[in-house]
Every structure is written in C-alpha cells, then in structure tokens.
C-alpha cells in the first residue's frame, strides 16, 4: 500500500541504517523490491529491520519486517 511517491529507509533494530529506496511508480502500484544488499552492496543478515516510509508531504509510516533465509 505505498504511495505512488516515497523514501523508504531501513534500519537495523539497533538503529543503523541499511538501505534507502526511492519509490516513483506513475502506475500507482503500492510496492516496492529490495535486493536484499546494504547501501554497501553486501547481503544483510537475516532477522528483524525497521522501515520507514516518507511522503514528499512529510507523512510518516513505521514498521517491522523479518528477513528469512
């Protein structure tokens, strides 16, 4: 359900972060991939991160997810 305009960061739990994307889709379609990499390009290691989603209106969504190899 994202936006059709965003910035999703995403965190480790202890707050260090890992990846940003920049989401554009003219065609409204409300996800996003992520390869899975750091902003280093190295594979992160499984367990749980936070993301937040930005609006360019300053609206703000915080989550969990789990990554599971």
Not at 47 to 53: A, C, S
Request: proline residues 3%; contains cysteine; charged residues 25%.
């Amino acid at each position: 359900h994202l936006p059709s305009r965003c910035e999703i960061k995403i965190y480790t739990v202890a707050g260090s972060e890992v990846a940003e994307i920049d989401h554009h889709s003219s065609a409204n379609e409300g996800f996003a991939y992520w390869d899975l990499r750091n902003k280093h390009g190295q594979d992160v290691a499984y367990g749980m991160y936070v993301y937040v989603v930005k609006t360019p209106d300053g609206d703000k969504h915080t989550g969990k997810m789990l990554v599971i190899r």
